[in-house]
C-alpha cells in the first residue's frame, strides 16, 4: 500500500487559474515537505513542516502556498498558474526535523500549464 | 548556498561491468553537510539508496558503495558489477539540519542502463 499518496498524478491548467495538489502520508510522520523537480533541473525544496507549522519557505513567489488541515497533510495551493510553473512536484515526510531524519517521497503530481 | 554537481545525462554499462557515478558538492557552510543516493526505479518513487553523515565514511547498500571525501568535496556511487535491475535514476543529495527544519539539496540526476 502507498505511504503517501499524491494527488493528481498529471494536471493540466491555464494560465491565471488556481491548483490544489494533494498530499496524504501514513507513515505516522511529522514533518512534511514540498520539492518541485523542472524538466532538465534538479528537485528543488520548497517547503518543510514540522508538526503543521511552517519551518522553512524557500519558494520566492507567494503563488504557493502550503496548506495543513491535518497532521498527515500537507497540500500546495498554486494561484495564478504561469508556463513556468509547469514542473513535477514532490510531497515527502519524515519522522521529524532533527538529525537528519530520512525524507520519504510520494510519487509525484505533474503538473502542466498551458 | 549549497549545490550538487553529478554525472549528467545517461550512462549505458553492461551486466556485471563496474559502475561509478561522480558527485561533488559545493557549500558556503562551515558545518560539514549529510550526503544522500537517492534512487528512482522505472514506475517507482524516489526512495534513499544509502546515506553517510560523517566525513570520511563509507555508506553502502544493495552492493553500492559511496564515501563521504571532505577534502575533494566528493561522494562518488559505485558498484563493481551491476545486474539489469540497477536500471534508474540515480540523485546526489546533500542534507541540512537547523532550526529551520531539514532540507535536501539535489543534483540533477543520472540515468544508469544496464545492458543485458
Given amino acids: ?114 | 548556498g549549497d549545490s550538487v554537481t553529478q554525472t549528467e545525462g545517461q550512462v549505458t554499462v553492461s551486466e556485471s561491468k563496474s559502475l561509478i557515478i561522480n558527485c561533488t558538492y559545493s557549500t558556503t557552510s562551515i558545518a560539514y553537510p549529510n550526503l544522500f543516493w537517492y534512487v528512482r526505479y522505472p514506475g517507482e518513487g524516489l526512495q534513499l539508496l544509502l546515506k553517510v553523515i560523517t566525513a570520511g565514511q563509507k555508506g553502502s547498500s544493495r552492493g553500492f558503495e559511496a564515501t563521504y571525501n571532505k577534502e575533494t568535496t566528493s561522494f562518488h556511487l559505485q558498484k563493481a558489477s551491476v545486474q539489469e535491475s540497477d536500471s534508474a535514476v540515480y540523485y546526489c543529495a546533500l542534507g541540512r539540519s537547523n532550526s529551520a527544519g531539514n532540507k535536501l539539496t539535489f543534483g540533477i540526476g543520472t540515468r544508469v542502463l544496464v545492458r543485458p
Fill in chain 1, 1 to 114: 500500500d502507498p505511504k503517501i499518496i499524491q494527488k493528481p498524478k498529471y494536471l493540466v491548467a491555464v494560465t491565471g487559474s488556481e491548483k490544489i495538489l494533494i498530499c496524504e502520508q501514513y507513515l505516522g510522520h511529522n514533518a512534511m515537505y514540498w520539492y518541485r523537480q523542472s524538466a532538465k533541473k534538479p528537485l528543488e525544496f520548497m517547503f518543510s513542516y514540522s508538526y503543521q507549522k511552517l519551518m522553512d519557505n524557500q519558494t520566492a513567489s507567494s503563488r504557493f502556498q502550503p496548506q495543513s488541515s491535518k497532521k498527515n497533510h500537507l497540500d500546495l495551493q498554486i494561484t495564478a498558474l504561469k508556463p513556468d510553473d509547469s514542473a513535477t512536484y514532490f510531497c515527502a515526510s519524515s519522522t521529524g526535523t532533527g538529525g537528519m531524519a530520512e525524507q520519504f517521497f510520494g510519487p509525484g503530481t505533474r503538473l502542466t500549464v498551458l
